[in-house]
């Protein structure tokens, strides 16, 4: 909201700020004042880390066009989320029945594929639905994910793409 992205961690909540001055410290982290600025490649990995995809996507999407992707896929690397990276940018892609993310982003991070599974957990309230595992399983299979999340591609692209 408004460049603010609230992301709660294990350790404790966070506001994420999107919108700021602090172009020489874009690869660090920073406390000023009880505010910690982190930057987004670090977000977008610790909210994949979390199963918050919802979190990861609303940066993804929102900086697009901004973000440093060498630096992003070198800490999904870091953080072993570079499978659920790329499974989460392509289903936005197919959801959106767009190129939101370029091929070429998708090739790159396509590379450094792990041939582990990583899993993405289940929202509880939500549950799984039969249409969500069957329109993403050629993905699954690809990315070597198991996806255990409903609506979350879907609630990204009705909120966050124009």
Known sequence: VDGKIIHESKAQAQAIHLHTDLSRREDQAAEMTNLHYQPPHYAIAECLEDDDIL???AILIRCVNTLK???VIE???????????GF???CINKEANKEI???????KIE???EKRTEIIGKITEFGTTIYQRFHFQTLE??????????????KAVEDLVR
């Open 55 to 57: 979190g990861a996507l």
């Open 69 to 71: 992707w060498k630096r």
């Open 75 to 85: 800490t999904a690397r870091t953080y072993r989320v570079i499978n659920t990276l």
């Open 88 to 90: 989460c940018m392509e």
């Open 101 to 107: 993310f370029s091929e070429k982003i998708l090739e």
């Open 111 to 113: 590379k450094s594929v």
């Open 141 to 154: 299979k690809k990315w070597n994910v198991e996806y255990n999340q409903a609506n979350v591609f879907t």
